[in-house]
T-cell receptor, first 115, second 110 residues
Framework: GAVVSQHPSWVICKSGTSVKIECRSLDFQATTMFWYRQFPKQSLMLMATSNEGSKATYEQGVEKDKFLINHASLTLSTLTVTSAHPEDSSFYIC???????????FGEGSRLTVL | EDQVTQSPEALRLQEGESSSLNCSYTVSGLRGLFWYRQDPGKGPEFLFTLYSAGEEKEKERLKATLTKKESFLHITAPKPEDSATYLCAVQETSGSRLTFGEGTQLTVNP
């Protein structure tokens, strides 16, 4: 299957700092990428949908000024958690769909811990 | 609003003991139903996509089936390495997003 790479796989930061997570589709072009958040023993919660070259669409209750999403190319989307606080600590997962509109492939996830 | 309910929440099997996981869904129009496997601390790994009632797909010890209201993931003679959380998700015809169920945590004991 297609490969989606996420970086970093884990990050620890101090409260008030900003953290950027990258999501790359390695062997296909992704017109649409999705960002999810997952709490322990819970399912994936969709945060936002990003389309290449346009603004991201955020789910209800997700602060767009806090979670900045940029989808600058067909192979790269970034999620920036701005002014992170301990409650932002979570597992963030990106996914990408290829231009053919087929299956959704997921990255390995990024564990964020805010101290 | 799309709804996906998975059962049971957790399932413990002995190696070789076959069983099934259930995914019940409510969607205005189904574009696809997806099964994923997720290991602890990892992103979901794609298993199957089912598009229409009556469709079946197999991969090694796993077989997924679909009706108009639910999907089953059958596990035949499971091995300890099949232990994981299995996630079901639906995509409706009018959108691109997936709606996930809460998952079934499967443990296979040797």
């Amino acid at each position: 299957g297609a490969v989606v790479s996420q970086h970093p796989s884990w990050v620890i930061c101090k409260s008030g700092t900003s953290v950027k997570i990258e999501c790359r589709s390695l062997d296909f072009q992704a017109t649409t990428m999705f960002w999810y958040r997952q709490f322990p023993k819970q399912s994936l919660m969709l945060m936002a949908t990003s389309n290449e070259g346009s603004k991201a669409t955020y789910e209800q209750g997700v602060e767009k000024d806090k979670f900045l999403i940029n989808h600058a190319s067909l192979t790269l989307s970034t999620l920036t958690v701005t002014s992170a606080h301990p409650e932002d600590s979570s597992f963030y997962i990106c996914s990408a769909r290829d231009r053919g509109g087929g299956e959704l492939f997921f990255g390995e996830g990024s564990r964020l811990t805010v101290l | 609003e799309d709804q996906v309910t998975q059962s049971p929440e957790a399932l413990r099997l002995q190696e070789g003991e076959s069983s099934s996981l259930n995914c019940s869904y409510t969607v205005s129009g189904l574009r696809g139903l997806f099964w994923y496997r997720q290991d602890p601390g990892k992103g979901p790994e794609f298993l199957f996509t089912l598009y229409s009632a009556g469709e079946e797909k197999e991969k090694e010890r796993l077989k997924a089936t679909l009706t108009k209201k639910e999907s089953f993931l059958h596990i035949t003679a499971p091995k300890p390495e099949d232990s994981a959380t299995y996630l079901c998700a639906v995509q409706e015809t009018s959108g691109s997003r997936l709606t996930f169920g809460e998952g079934t945590q499967l443990t296979v004991n040797p």
